[in-house]
């Protein structure tokens, strides 16, 4: 069994990483939580491939499951879809003895984590992620929360899970696009903590498809080694600055002030979430070559790299430019007026920079 030991603050919850744990997932939960309530939140795509295996497993482990299943996509992730959530909750009879398991991508992920965080003034929360990305990265950090229409994220709570749970088995239904979306964050963590990871991430591109399908044995072992990893740099990274608040943390945001604004832009329409990160990091990369002094055949790698996972560099010619711009100040990173750009040196490192200006800003997005 592959294992990760998150640290938060005082607690430490344990990351599972291993093909076949939804088999036996009722049991696995058993020896962290009790119940006997809980609420499965899902969603319309993941609802009918596990939903019933997860339900079943953990009726037959002394559970009583209620399974809560809310509309796919970014859209869903509101203040009013995790109110009914709680109002269902209610009706369910769900106590401060239950608990909460997402079973899903990020947005499930954020949504019942938040419905966690709030119900009851909270109680446990379970994380399965289904997506590549969910489970590098937004399952880990106890960041939870929903989107308003100003901006993304903007209400939530810090809410570390109990237990992650990753079974590489579900990656084989992801839709190859949602797949190589969880790349772009891996990149991230390679160029912000980790040069080897760099180095060994562009020796399994060729192998991408065969580790998402996990056709080979070796594939499905080299996938949950770089989950491993991509937790482990992520947990890290958090365990220094749980709260987001002294600026170590802040390094994750790499590549995701643009690429949240070019989500905004077009009202995330256009691109996954994983492409807009791809697309960000472009710019923080060009903007890292004039502020922090990024090598030029670094970033050179680093757009190869996104470009082998398929992940987008440039931005379509038609796309509308000007609404990133107007998408950028409700950013969060935009703290009274001032800019907080993270930026690297040199790939396996990053740090803040106050250097950065809205008009670099604009540069770098209109050579996107
Ligand atoms: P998502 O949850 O929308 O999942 C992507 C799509 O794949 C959805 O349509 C979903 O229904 C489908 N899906 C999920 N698992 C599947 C499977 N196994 N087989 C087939 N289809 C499946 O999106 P995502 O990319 O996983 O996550 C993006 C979200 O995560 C965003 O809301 C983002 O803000 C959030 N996020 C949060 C953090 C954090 O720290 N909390 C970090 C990064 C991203």
Redesign the pocket.
């Known amino acids: 069994m592959t294992s990760v030991e998150v640290r938060a603050g005082a607690r430490v919850y344990t990351a599972l990483i291993r093909s076949g744990l939804l088999e036996t997932i009722g049991s696995t939960i058993g020896k962290t939580l009790r119940g006997p309530r809980c609420a499965i939140i899902t969603?319309?795509?993941?609802a009918p491939?596990f939903g019933n295996q997860v339900k079943q497993s953990l009726s037959t482990a002394g559970f009583e499951p209620t399974l809560i299943t809310i509309p796919?996509?970014?859209k869903t992730?509101t203040f009013e879809q995790a109110g009914n959530t709680c109002n269902r909750m209610i009706a369910a009879g769900l106590d401060r003895q239950s608990f909460v398991i997402g079973l899903?991508?990020?947005?499930?992920?954020?949504l019942s984590g938040f419905v966690a965080a709030i119900f009851e003034r909270g109680i446990p929360h379970v994380q399965i992620p289904?997506?590549l990305?969910?489970m590098v990265?937004?399952s880990i950090?106890g960041?939870?929360g929903v989107n308003t229409i100003a901006g993304?994220?903007l209400i939530g709570a810090f809410h570390h899970p109990s237990l992650v749970i990753d079974d590489v088995d579900?990656?084989k239904?992801?839709?190859r696009r949602?797949f190589n979306?969880g790349f772009a964050?891996m990149v991230k963590h390679a160029i912000i903590a980790d040069a080897a990871m760099f180095a060994g991430l562009k020796e399994n591109v060729a192998r991408a498809s065969g580790l998402r399908t996990g056709t080979d044995a070796s594939g499905t072992l080299a996938l949950q080694s770089l989950i491993r990893r991509n937790i482990e740099i992520k947990s890290r990274i958090v365990a220094k600055d749980e709260l987001d608040r002294s600026g170590e943390r802040a390094s994750l945001n790499f590549g995701h002030t643009v690429g949240h604004a070019i989500e905004r832009a077009v009202d995330y329409a256009e691109f996954?979430?994983?492409e807009a990160v791809s697309l960000g990091i472009v710019a923080a990369c060009a903007i890292s070559m004039k502020k922090a002094g990024l090598p030029k055949g670094q970033q050179e790698a680093i757009v190869e790299l996104l470009r082998a996972f398929d992940l987008p560099t440039r931005l379509p010619p038609n796309f509308p430019r000007e609404k990133i711009f107007d998408a950028l100040p409700f950013d969060k990173k935009f703290e009274g007026g001032k800019i907080r750009f993270v930026v690297t040196s040199a790939i396996g490192s990053a740090h803040l920079s106050s250097d950065v200006t809205k008009e670099d800003i604009r540069e770098a997005v209109n050579e996107l």
């Open positions: 969603d319309t795509n993941v491939r796919a996509g970014e992730k899903g991508g990020g947005v499930v992920g954020d289904t997506t990305l969910a990265d937004s950090g960041k939870t993304k994220n579900v990656l239904t992801l839709p949602e979306q964050e996954l979430h994983g």
